[in-house]
């Protein structure tokens, strides 16, 4: 066979391309292979349906909204398109009817049994005894009932307004032995999840036997007392999801905010992407709801009796631990746990915390100190998606108020997230903070802070660069890792990023920092470009590529340019992967894997070979158009070889995993010989056998 560094590489329209949105939806199943997977516990089954149905509902309400605004462009205009819209939106369509298909079977042959094996019960309006039926109308009348207000769906073709991502109840209604007389009506009701404060009611307990219900099975129940007239009723479920894209002009202003809070309303009122409804719905029940809202046949998604499974984030409190994921209890950090000064200590060494699996407390350390210390003069970070009661954004507001210069990007373009930033951004302003509301045409997503400290006439910078966000409620679930350094090299460079922010002057120059939209895909594409010289000269070459996201059309041709050349590269992708590995004479040498398990992986780690000087940088951007062109990202070096040995254990540990672990077409990796390793857990042991024995947490955050 010829060696294929002489083959004549394949490159433009020869080159294999995997659909976005077709990799995203697979990236979704894997989420529902996790409930489908009997070793995962019983409760944390349930939430992964819940966070399968909360990602459908924004692919929804973002991609398929977007694939339908292509459509209706100029047939001109869209002939310019890489792929026509309309069939890439048939595929999407037919995948996801079969993973909605799926779904259905899951909760129905596998997550109800297994909850009645565990006396779990989830009953329907017609699994009640005579008690059950009895405290069931009590809890109607006093609950349920004041909260509803019924639609009469009448002959007139009036417009009656769904609002997004709430489910309603068509209902029609006829008495049998007076069809003659009294004719069919029909009406609609609201599930009124969030004034009842949840989906779901708990019933008495009898026994060892727990009952729940839908609040939608206790209304249906209940419609004889709604509507006293009617002896008969079919009361089926429908949701619409609108499109969530902000209709806003991508440009910084002092009106910004105030477009932002515009198109927030707006987003209730985007055109419907679908309507989502139960099959068994009587025509003319629907027809009579289609009439009414003005939503066409094009918007129509077959769904199951139930939808908005995303309110299973919220099913009752079951006191059975062993349905739940064993306790891992947050860790300390072996060094920085000792040191009385987070500053103090970033200016001896770096430091390289890991979420979830370490504490997340070191941060709010960190800004606190920085809030109360005389020394320090100046504080700045970048908000993305901050927590709504966010600490670090509470101790910004209390160094703005203590008389520090605290400069503050608040990016308001971060999608879902928009108004709890707003939130904050007028707080640091009453404050008297220096708030940036991003950068024109671009977002920023990068995770910095920068703290300027007063020693001995000398002004002295501490960084914070991280692949999460600031927020203590997802660095409970999402993996990432963060560096505290007073490195020079770093720091300064972190200064040029802000002063960016200010001046918005692309011309800074950065040596060790990447930086999106500046020199962020030109540095990577010279560090393949590097492996790929070296994989000509017969020199070893090979890359370690972790991303959520894999994406961008450029950097997967050089990715397939570097196989040619013969540069071994691993990937590990969790969502989305347009690339097509084991492809002969294009990608032989790539193989891609990612990982679904407990925690969101959600760290970008990129390592080069390098001849053997082995380069490793961590970075918020993965490697889509969107983050090397039109966001602030930045990517940064590891110099510390102890942090570079840290981290490389963790990436080996996740190319080893052989249980959690799949391919592009979600087949589990199963290799000839198994380890059994599960990176997260294996993760966590290795950080928890860093902790000296004994050692225990010394800082408790104030309490609400």
């Not at 979830?356 to 970048?382: C, G, I, N």
């Not at 910004?396 to 108020?401: D, E, F, I, T």
């Not at 997967?556 to 492809?583: D, H, N, T």
């Amino acid at each position: 066979m010829k060696d294929q560094k002489e083959q004549k590489p394949k490159t433009g329209a020869d080159l294999p391309y995997i659909n976005r949105e077709l990799s995203w939806l697979a990236f979704n199943y894997r989420v529902l292979q996790e409930a489908m997977d009997k070793k995962v516990p019983l409760l944390e089954r349930i939430k992964f349906m819940a966070i399968f149905s909360s990602n459908l509902d924004e692919y929804f309400k973002v991609r398929v909204a977007t694939l339908k605004r292509l459509i209706k462009l100029k047939p001109k205009t869209r002939s310019k398109l890489e792929e026509e819209p309309q069939e890439t939106l048939d595929q999407v369509l037919l995948e996801v009817h079969r993973q909605q298909e799926e779904f259905g079977r899951v909760f129905r042959e596998e997550i109800l049994p297994d909850l009645r094996r565990h006396h779990i019960h989830l009953l329907t309006e017609h699994d009640l005894s005579k008690e059950q039926e009895a405290w069931v109308q009590d809890y109607f009348e006093e609950t349920l009932e004041p909260l509803l207000l019924p639609i009469i769906l009448d002959e007139t073709e009036t417009h009656l307004f769904l609002r997004d991502q709430t489910v309603y109840l068509g209902v029609k209604m006829w008495d049998p032995a007076e069809a003659d007389c009294k004719p069919e009506r029909f009406a609609m009701l609201e599930i009124p999840t969030k004034k009842h404060g949840g989906r779901f009611v708990k019933l008495p307990t009898v026994g060892d036997q727990r009952y729940v219900m839908f609040i939608d099975d206790v209304i249906r129940f209940c419609l004889p007392r709604l509507f006293p007239k009617y002896t008969s009723f079919a009361a089926h479920a429908v949701k619409v999801s609108r499109d969530a894209e902000l209709d806003i002009e991508e440009e910084v202003s002092g009106s910004l905010m105030a477009k932002i809070q515009k198109s927030l309303k707006k987003r209730e009122t985007g055109y419907p992407a679908r309507l989502l409804y139960d099959p068994q719905t009587p025509q003319d029940l629907l027809d009579r709801m289609m009439a009414h809202t003005g939503i066409t046949e094009e918007e129509l998604v077959e769904g199951s009796k139930y939808h908005n499974f995303r309110d299973f984030f919220g099913f009752p409190d079951i006191n059975l631990p062993d349905l739940k994921y064993n306790p891992q209890p947050t860790l300390i950090h072996p060094q920085l746990e000792q040191e009385p000064s987070i500053l103090a200590a970033m200016k001896e060494r770096d430091y390289l915390v890991h979420y979830p699996y370490q504490s997340f407390d070191y941060v709010l350390r960190l800004f606190e100190e920085a809030a109360q210390d005389p020394k320090v003069t100046a504080v700045s970070a970048t908000l993305y998606r901050v927590a709504d009661k966010s600490k670090v954004a509470k101790a910004l507001v209390k160094a703005a108020n203590n008389g520090k210069l605290v400069t503050v990007v608040v990016e308001l373009k971060a999608r879902f997230d928009e108004e709890s930033n707003i939130y904050w951004a007028g707080k640091l302003q009453k404050a008297g903070a220096n708030v940036i509301f991003g950068v024109s045409d671009l977002k920023v997503h990068s995770k910095l802070g920068l703290i300027t400290r007063n020693e001995n006439g000398k002004l002295v910078n501490y960084a914070y660069l991280s692949t999460g966000n600031y927020n203590e409620t997802t660095s409970k679930i999402y993996a990432d890792h963060a560096l505290f350094t007073s490195d020079k090299r770093l720091t300064k460079e972190v200064e040029q990023v802000f002063n960016f922010f200010i001046d918005r002057q692309t011309d800074k120059k950065f040596e060790h920092l990447l930086v999106a939209p500046i020199n962020l895909r030109q540095g990577f594409v010279k560090l393949v470009d590097r492996e790929i010289k070296n994989a000509k000269k017969g020199l070893p070459a090979s890359m370690i590529l972790k991303m959520n996201a894999l994406q961008d059309a450029r950097m997967i041709r050089k990715l397939y340019e570097a196989s040619q050349a013969g540069v071994k590269i691993q990937l590990l992708v969790r969502g989305i992967c347009c690339l097509m590995p084991g492809v002969e004479g294009v990608s032989e040498n790539i193989e891609v894997r990612g990982i679904v398990d407990r925690y969101l992986e959600h760290a970008r780690v990129y390592i080069f070979h390098n001849n053997g000087e082995e380069k490793m940088y961590i970075a918020s951007a993965d490697w889509m158009t969107r983050n090397l062109n039109r966001r602030v990202e930045v990517a940064f070096p590891l110099y510390q070889p102890d942090l570079v040995e840290q981290v490389r254990h963790i990436i080996d540990l996740q190319l080893q995993d052989d249980t959690k672990s799949r391919n592009v077409d979600n087949r589990y990796v199963k290799p000839d010989e198994p380890a059994n390793i599960r990176a997260q857990y294996a993760t966590y042991d290795y950080l928890r056998s860093l902790v000296p024995s004994g050692a225990t947490a010394a800082y408790q955050p104030e309490e609400e």
